[in-house]
């Protein structure tokens, strides 16, 4: 068995973010959500961002049936694609037009997304107001095949996160936040979800990615401030980062996707969630990996 090692403390890329999430590498930079700015941010590796595009019409987060964030990706054919109360792409003229109708899934708002190497869209929803503190219920995941038709492909899901898929595009895996641990399926030729097992527990998922040697980034639950670790299925935890601040999304990208991305805040609890406007305590993070990101997304 392999022993845990920590890698060096991270450098903070960029700095004075409020609450941030689903980061992304495309086109040679990172991408990722500036929530509660309502802001899509692009970054280099040097640090140098710019408002590349903006979220979902804003609401009213604390209202009932408001389950929170938003999450972005990308069709094969390179449109964007964007969760929140519906599943939208952006059209070259920037207008956002509705991707798939699934309303008759769930009717509460979508979080995170992943689009595999096949076209096919996977998101979640949580299905509860988590803002406004309406009790938990089952989350979901939807699939939206390529010829726009969607379904439920998975439920009983306790605040399903981040997803990942493997390269060979055979495996989903799913962070249930509130239960702790990660979830695997195996895909199938339709795109359909079977054999649902856990894939590693004692975590606190968030947003997850995974590696070229199936290793996956993944937040821990045993750290009063932030740590992330890179585990195999299982839970054997390979290498260990600690922060002064919660860690909610880590991305492998980079010329050789070797760099390590971590979005990172001060968490302070549902209540204040705005607070995180003016507090601006969010960051990204970057340091070396010790394997190249793979898969999706």
């Not at 699939?143 to 060979?168: C, E, H």
């Not at 805040?265 to 209540?271: D, H, K, L, N, Q």
């Amino acid at each position: 068995m392999s022993s845990t090692t920590s890698l060096p403390e991270p450098k903070v890329l960029v700095d004075g973010l409020a609450y941030v999430e689903s980061p992304r590498w495309h086109e040679g930079r990172l991408w990722f959500a500036h929530w509660r700015m309502g802001e899509i941010v692009a970054v280099d590796t040097d640090g140098n961002s710019e408002v590349v595009g903006h979220g979902p019409p804003k609401v009213n987060a604390a209202a009932p049936g408001h389950s929170l964030g938003w999450s972005i990706d990308w069709l094969p054919d390179g449109r964007l694609l964007m969760t929140g109360k519906e599943l939208v792409h952006r059209e070259l003229d920037a207008s956002l037009v509705r991707h798939a109708d699934l309303s008759d899934i769930a009717n509460i708002g979508w979080n995170e997304i992943v689009v595999d190497g096949r076209g096919n869209v996977y998101v979640n929803s949580i299905r509860f107001g988590f803002i406004a503190g309406e009790p938990p219920t089952s989350g979901i995941i939807a699939l939206v095949s390529p010829d726009g038709s969607a379904r439920k492909v998975a439920d009983d899901l306790a605040f399903p996160s981040g997803m990942v898929i493997t390269p060979d595009n055979s495996t989903l895996i799913i962070a249930e936040s509130f239960a702790g641990h990660l979830t695997a399926f195996d895909i199938e030729a339709d795109g359909s979800l079977s054999n649902r097992r856990v894939w590693a527990e004692d975590l606190g998922p968030d947003g997850i990615c995974v590696d070229a040697e199936n290793a996956i980034w993944v937040q821990t639950s045993d750290s009063p401030e932030g740590a992330i670790v890179r585990i195999r299925e299982g839970g054997e935890v390979l290498e260990r980062i600690d922060h002064d601040r919660t860690i909610f999304a880590a991305m492998l990208g980079g010329a050789d996707r070797t760099t390590l991305f971590l979005l990172a805040a001060e968490w302070r609890g549902i209540e204040p969630v705005d607070e995180g406007i003016a507090a601006r305590t969010g960051q990204v993070l970057i340091t070396k990996a010790p394997a190249p990101g793979a898969g999706w997304p």
